[in-house]
């Protein structure tokens, strides 16, 4: 079936009350708007300033932070508490063999009621969510209480080093705390309104040198073969239960993803041996307490070993004022009883929660990101608009 340009349709969601606005964005529109613009890792092709192009005009102080090759932004409506947060990324993740799409990735079409495009739903729809929300949420109480604030990156799909983190650290410095943060991650499963993502598992990632003595595979007395060595302590690691989970997240698992060593030679016992390993932890276990459990067990084991770590800390926000306010929402919008969910890899949303009292995260099905041929059903744009837009409104009226 052919497909259809952005410029032919209109979304047909409407609203009954101020939504309606001469001036108002479309999100559908919107939305193919920022499709339009290939913003690869650590590109931000122009997104972010098409949307402080909307946000200034309604009174936001813009502030674009520069970092590596990066570019966040910082807007912020108001002075007052208490602040609530948009947040998140204009960076799409690369579209893969361009012979495999249906259309073209930065050609936004629609077919069969679906709007295709990279990033359609991996965060673009989640933006002109944001903006068109705000805009109407700010037409509609334009003396509302407190401030609304966005926080965007071009570097979440990447190394994620000069993104949100530069923006937090700058934040912190200030003084500056959030009160309710929503990340416009896609987080639904089978339909709009399903799953609210209320916390992330913490990920440690350790890189394991274990050393051994290099030498002639006949001559085991003159070696030290270090996979030998470190066998039982991986065999200890498996088996061990690290916590037991909670009532939000699952027990703390440990994997090995890599384990490397040799000359390449058949009759040659390695001098080292390198094991890539990763936490994927709970709230129930601190990264310092099972780095602590680690080096304990390796020093139990008589190891001579280097180990790195790298750190991404979990987080978690309790049932209260925001997951009640857009879960809410969700439910004036589309009828739908969400669930709350910590499953998945890591978001920014690790990073935001060192200044935010409650972080969620809530947008589109998840089902084609990072995929050929991402979509999103374009009935689900402006429903997704209206329930951040009620989320603002139980908020901060």
Known sequence: MAGSSCQQLTSPFRYNNHDNHDNMHNTFELTCDLIRRPSRTPEDAGCQQRMRDILEPLGFVCETLVSNGVTNLWARRGSEAPLVCFAGHTDVVPPGPLDA????????????????????????????AFVTAIEAFVVAYPDHRGSIALLITSDEEGVATDGTVKVVDLLEQRGVRIDHCIVGEPTCVSQLGDTIKNGRRGSLSGRLVVKGVQGHIAYPHLVKNPIHMVAPAIAEMAATQWDTGNEYFPPTSWQISNIHAGTGATNVVPGSVTIDFNFRHATAS?????????????????????????????????????????????????????????????????????????????GP?????????????????????????????ELLT
């Not at 799409?101 to 002109?128: F, H, I, Q």
């Open 286 to 362: 601190s990264p310092e307490s099972l780095q602590q459990r680690v080096h304990a067990l390796l020093e139990r084991h008589g190891l001579d070993y280097d180990l790195d770590w790298e750190i991404s800390p979990p987080y978690l926000t309790p049932a209260g004022s925001l997951v009640n306010a857009i879960s809410a929402a969700i439910h004036e919008a589309t009828g739908v009883n969400t669930t709350l969910s910590t499953s998945g890899g890591t978001s920014d949303g690790r990073f935001i929660a060192r200044i935010a009292s409650q972080v969620v995260e809530f």
């Open 365 to 393: 099905v998840n089902a084609s990101i990072h995929k050929i041929n991402e979509n999103i059903p374009v009935a689900d744009l402006e429903p997704l608009s209206h329930i951040y837009r009620l989320t603002l409104q």
């Open 101 to 128: 799409w249906t259309s073209p990735p930065y050609d936004p079409e629609v077919r069969d009621g679906l709007l295709y495009g990279r990033g359609a739903s991996d965060m673009k729809a989640s933006l002109a």
